[in-house]
């Protein structure tokens, strides 16, 4: 994966089970839409994530209540080296913004909250922690919400990331 030639995403939640995957499986869903998956790279990790677990809940749930394709998502750490890959990182907690420019200093431009990029107010998406219930569909429809309202400023703020990198 190369950050040079396309501009690329990554969205960053805590486990990477389930907040960040979702985000990850809209945006996709909406490039493809647009016929520009090509043109992208697009990704997931979780700043204290175990790699290689399944979303939760499973793929499949995700599939019948979401409209969104995870069956082959795996979980995987944020890393240096992952967030170097990125133009734009964007995460779902304040906490997880100030860690990853903290622990990244030199790459602290590309971390942004999801809610901040999306010009509202900025506030937490927060964590469900694996229920299958109303605050778990809740918080799915929210950050499906926020990518589809929010997706060409997503695209944008990538993009400019991108160039003002290439200039460099």
Not at 21 to 30: H, N, Q, S, T
């Amino acid at each position: 994966m190369t950050m040079q030639n396309t501009p690329s995403v990554l969205f960053v939640c805590t486990a990477n089970r389930f907040r960040s995957p979702i985000a990850e499986a809209a945006f996709r869903k909406l490039l493809r839409e647009c016929g520009i998956e090509n043109n992208w790279i697009v990704g997931s990790a979780g700043s204290w994530a175990k790699d290689g677990l399944s979303p939760v809940p499973s793929a499949a749930w995700m599939l019948e209540h979401l409209g969104l394709d995870l069956l082959t998502h795996h979980s995987r750490s944020i890393s240096q080296g992952l967030i170097a890959q990125y133009h734009l990182v964007l995460v779902m907690e304040k906490n997880q913004k100030e860690a990853l420019q903290f622990e990244f200093p030199e790459l602290s431009h590309k971390v942004f909250m999801l809610t901040e990029v999306c010009n509202g107010p900025v506030v937490d998406i927060p964590d469900p922690v694996s229920q299958l219930d109303e605050m778990c569909l809740s918080v799915a429809w929210e950050i499906i919400h926020l990518i589809e309202n929010c997706f060409q400023e997503i695209c944008l703020r990538a993009s400019t990331i991108k160039k003002i990198s290439d200039s460099v």
